[in-house]
């Protein structure tokens, strides 16, 4: 377990910290924990989306993107070991 010191935080906000942990019967290190954890979540985010998937995603709201593909041009020979 990690130790985190929270400086410069304002005590009106304190304050609240303080009222909401005793209203949910908790000390106002333990409200924190219950506050990061729900924020941040406890597992990490999934990645079961692929990279074009999230791509898609990503140009979505702009109404997708399209590349131009390059003209097929012919294969070069192959080149020769003699």
């Known amino acids: 377990m990690a130790t985190l010191t929270i400086r410069n935080l304002d005590p009106t906000i304190k304050e609240r910290l303080r009222v909401r ?3 949910h019967g908790r000390s106002m290190e333990a409200e924190l924990r219950v506050i990061v954890t729900d ?3 406890a597992a990490p ?3 079961e989306v692929n990279l074009a998937e999230a791509i898609r ?6 109404g997708g993107f399209e ?3 390059p003209p097929r041009t012919p294969m070069r020979e192959p080149p020769s070991f003699e």
């Not at 995603?57 to 702009?62: N, Q």
């Open 21 to 23: 942990a005793a209203e």
């Open 39 to 41: 924020a941040i979540g």
């Open 45 to 47: 985010p999934s990645r």
């Open 57 to 62: 995603r990503r140009f979505a709201p702009f």
């Open 67 to 69: 590349l131009e593909l």
